[in-house]
């Protein structure tokens, strides 16, 4: 099946720091991939929207200059988190659409999410 | 604004049991609802439901979609200790945006 990469999995910063998170889609092409942020025992919330080649739409309350997204690739978006405060400690989760498989197969229309960056800022 | 609310939030059951898990959902240019296992770490994709009426089964899991009363359920039958997880039900629109709902935390007991 489609499988989406996330790295790193683990990350432990000082405050100040920025932090980049990547998120590879394997085995096709994502034109569109989506940020999750989840903190403990609560659901994932959308960040934002990021579309290769162009701008990410960012959610309401998100902080376009703390979060950012570049999208360089039809396989490949990053998240920056830049200068990180222990309260941007959490799960961030990566998705991506399986638009089209490079390898052949079916286009099922699934969200696939990478594993997950838990980020924690001291 | 979007909503969907899972119901219960946290379940307790022994091995053996049949759980039915509600998600209902106000979303705006709905298109498909998905419904997520997530363990330790990121959700692995259950169910994606976008006809009404349409049971789709997994083994002992199933699910269908009301989309003229805007909701879901996920039933789990002769659970096993390793279906103990929070189960996400997310509606997406036509934009490809999966709201999620809190999540309803099963716990399977021996």
């Known amino acids: 099946g489609a499988v989406v990469s996330q790295h790193p999995s683990w990350v432990i910063c000082k405050s100040g720091t920025s932090v980049k998170i990547e998120c590879r889609s394997l085995?096709?092409?994502?034109?569109?991939m989506f940020w999750y942020r989840q903190f403990p025992k609560q659901s994932l919330m959308l960040m934002a929207t990021?579309?290769?080649?162009?701008?990410?739409?960012?959610e309401q309350g998100v902080e376009k200059d703390k979060f950012l997204i570049n999208h360089a690739s039809l396989t490949l978006s990053t998240l920056t988190v830049t200068s990180a405060h222990p309260e941007d400690s959490s799960f961030y989760i990566c998705?991506?659409?399986?638009?089209?498989?490079?390898?052949?197969?079916?286009?099922?229309?699934?969200?696939?999410f990478g594993e997950g960056s838990r980020l924690t800022v001291l | 604004e979007d909503k969907v609310v899972q119901s219960p939030l946290s379940l307790v059951v022994h091995e053996g049991d049949t759980v039915t898990l509600n998600c209902s959902y106000e979303?705006?240019?709905?298109?498909?609802l998905l419904w997520y296992k997530q363990e330790k770490k990121a959700p692995t994709f259950l169910f994606m439901l976008?006809?009404?009426?349409i049971e789709k089964k997994s083994g002992r899991l199933s699910s269908i979609l009301d989309k003229k009363e805007l909701f879901s359920i996920l039933n789990i039958t002769a659970t096993q200790t390793g279906d103990s997880a929070v189960y996400l039900c997310?509606?997406?629109?036509?934009?490809?945006?999966?709201?999620f709902g809190q999540g309803t935390t099963l716990q399977v007991k021996p």
């Open positions: 998705s991506a659409t399986q638009r089209k498989k490079l390898t052949g197969g079916e286009n099922t229309g699934e969200l696939f």
């Open positions: 085995d096709f092409q994502a034109t569109t």
């Open positions: 990021s579309n290769e080649g162009s701008k990410a739409t960012y």
């Open positions: 979303v705006t240019n709905f298109r498909s």
């Open positions: 976008t006809s009404s009426g």
């Open positions: 997310a509606p997406r629109n036509n934009t490809g945006k999966l709201i």
